[in-house]
């Protein structure tokens, strides 16, 4: 893990005089988190019901790290209580809180006793709600407090209690964040991925008949063309450290991708989005050295990206998460990964290395079909004719930019 963390740029110590809550850190993608975090220097509240937590914070101890081991159901509202206020007092004020303890039982409705469907949204579900409730203070109090829920972002057969858990923990993640506020903690929801966690593993006996599948191959599900299979769970816990100490600011009450973060980061490459190589590398064209008409239409490229960040940032809080998310659909990826994918693209006309011109056309297409499609989304929100006429004019040039920038990256 050492070496990914270095990869991602992440340097030990940065989170030093940081103090971290993190539950279900007896295993899988709780451990990599707790060790990732105590890694860069923060301080470990290790929680899990189960007593190997005590091994996580051993482990933490042995590579030089602080950590303590608590044992507490988060399910049980007098044992959350009593966590903060053991936490508090025995290792001071916490400001990151790593919900991530969960139950994923592979059960049809049919078959699944009423009971443990009600003890999996209490582990879930209500387990981040009694955490939020308890840390809270703590953590408004923070000068950077960061509260990360871990969501699914897909449903499967078998795990109907677990995907009904975590779509209501994305409810609960927006509704949090507009609560607090933009300046109270940073409140996100993380994804993960396909990640080879125990519990995963563990579930493919069920799980994979369902998808019609043996285990062999369920194991072998990729959904990033970085990995051969499953993400390894250490990759999982880079996406947490560096969520945490690099993007957070940029998130709140959204819905973020461990791919997207390790993409960010660097240690993976960016999926569909275009990946710099060599000059050998497949796809990737040279630009001819400084191409300042292409550095120009990148330039608008940019612009645009960040004039639709700031439309963002004046929509009502509790509409921002909605507005990113359906960005995110439609272009094809979240605005801060197209911002930096702009970036890229435009370092590379403006030095003449290669890139992948062909990928960022075809991307562009559907970043312009959102576009095109913003007036008719505005209108469903006001009937304003001076606002309307004026979405109108920005979508008419904005969409003459991209067609412009089609056109140019045709002939790369």
């Not at 994305?170 to 929801?189: C, K, N």
């Not at 400084?290 to 639709?308: H, I, K, S, W």
């Not at 499609?373 to 003459?400: H, I, M, Q, S, W």
Request: glycine content about 10%; aromatic content about 4%.
């Amino acid at each position: 893990m050492e070496r990914d963390l270095h990869a991602a740029g992440l340097r030990p110590g940065e989170l030093s005089e940081r103090l971290a809550v993190v539950t279900g850190a007896a295993r899988g993608i709780g451990r990599a988190a707790a060790c990732a975090l105590a890694h860069l220097g923060a301080q470990v509240a290790v929680v899990d019901v189960a007593a190997e937590g005590e091994e996580t914070a051993a482990q933490i101890r042995r590579a030089g790290g602080a950590a303590r081991f608590y044992p507490a159901d988060v399910a049980d509202g007098d044992a959350v209580a009593h966590l903060a206020r053991q936490v508090g007092a025995e290792m001071g004020r916490p400001d990151l809180l790593i919900c991530n303890a969960a139950l994923c039982p592979v059960a049809p409705v049919e078959e699944m006793h009423p009971t443990l469907w009600d003890r999996v949204l209490a582990v879930n579900l209500r387990g981040p709600f009694l955490l939020a409730r308890a840390f809270l203070p703590a953590l408004r109090s923070a000068r950077q407090g960061v509260l990360v829920n871990l969501v699914s972002a897909d449903a499967m057969p078998g795990l109907s209690a677990y995907s009904a858990s975590k779509q209501g923990l994305v409810g609960f993640t927006q509704s949090l964040a507009a609560e607090v506020g933009e300046d109270g903690p940073r409140v996100v929801a993380l994804a993960p991925g396909m990640v080879e966690t125990p519990g995963l593993l563990e579930a493919a006996a069920g799980l994979a008949p369902l998808l019609g599948m043996s285990e062999t191959e369920f194991r072998r599900v990729s959904l990033h063309p970085s990995y051969a299979g499953l993400m390894p769970v250490e990759h999982a816990g880079v996406a947490v450290a560096f969520l945490v100490s690099r993007l957070a600011g940029e998130y709140h009450g959204q819905v973020v991708s461990g791919y997207e973060v390790l993409e960010r980061a660097g240690l993976i490459g960016a999926g569909a989005a275009p990946l710099v190589g060599g000059a050998g590398a497949t796809g990737a064209a040279r630009s001819p050295a400084g191409a300042p008409a292409l550095v120009e239409q990148l330039d608008r490229l940019r612009a645009l990206l960040a004039e639709t960040d700031a439309d963002f940032r004046r929509l009502p809080l509790f509409v921002r998460p909605l507005a990113r998310s359906g960005f995110r659909s439609k272009a094809g990826r979240s605005l801060e990964a197209w911002r930096q994918q702009a970036d890229q693209a435009r370092e590379c006309a403006a030095s003449g290395r290669p890139f992948d011109w062909a990928s960022l056309r075809a991307d562009v297409g559907r970043l312009l079909a959102y576009v095109r499609g913003v007036p008719e989304e505005t209108a469903r929100f006001t009937r304003d004719p001076a606002v309307l006429g004026e979405v109108a004019r920005r979508t008419e040039a904005n969409a003459a930019a991209l067609e412009a920038l089609m056109g140019a990256l045709e002939n790369m």
